[in-house]
């Protein structure tokens, strides 16, 4: 339960810093505060999909993206995105692309309001064997195709974390997908 004591930076709505409060404090009260999501490819333009644990206070057992980090205080949104990939995946040999600028996401549940400034980043591995899943953080994890991936969230949303396919809409992943392998191919 050491996740629940962990202390997160909170923010007022202008993403000015407020203090630290504990994780638990910061989603009963509905606090603004940090993350990066990381959508990693591999060489067959497919995306990394992970599977939350069945521990997870939040969303445990949905689908979602590759990774997604809580900032620590004072660690910027790329600092958190490099941390999260080599703590949940194991991977270190990846340079990020920031995709898109960061953005206020807000999701209100029953027991719960989630308010994150939220940075995507964008990732292209070569050698799948070298991602190795956390148990702790990660029930399975899979590849998907951009058509699998459309064809699912319109078919049975329910499998997917509420905030992730939030953020797909709002990124417009699914229809920048191609552009978004092929510009990763480039740079890579």
């Not at 029953?110 to 070569?126: N, S, T, V």
């Not at 969230?153 to 417009?172: G, K, Q, T, V």
Request: proline share 2%; glycine share 6%; net charge negative.
């Amino acid at each position: 339960s050491h996740k629940l004591m962990e202390q997160f930076q909170t923010f007022n709505e202008y993403g000015e810093e407020i203090g630290l409060e504990a994780r638990d404090v910061v989603h009963r009260k509905g606090l603004w505060h940090k993350s990066s999501q990381i959508y990693l490819f591999d060489m067959d333009g497919k995306l990394l999909l992970q599977q939350r644990s069945d521990q997870k206070d939040l969303y445990a057992g949905l689908w979602t993206d590759s990774v997604g980090e809580h900032l620590k205080p004072e660690e910027s949104y790329c600092q958190g995105a490099y941390r999260g990939l080599h703590e949940e995946l194991n991977v270190k040999e990846v340079y990020l692309h920031k995709f898109g600028e960061s953005f206020a996401s807000e999701m209100i549940q029953q027991h719960f309001i989630d308010r994150e400034l939220k940075q995507a980043y964008l990732g292209l591995i070569a050698d799948k064997k070298e991602v190795y899943p956390n148990p702790a953080e990660i029930k399975a994890i899979c590849w998907v195709e951009k058509e699998k991936l459309d064809y699912l969230i319109s078919s049975i949303d329910s499998i997917f974390c509420p905030s992730f396919l939030l953020d797909l809409e709002r990124l417009d992943l699914i229809s920048k997908w191609d552009d978004v392998v092929a510009c990763l191919f480039e740079k890579f």
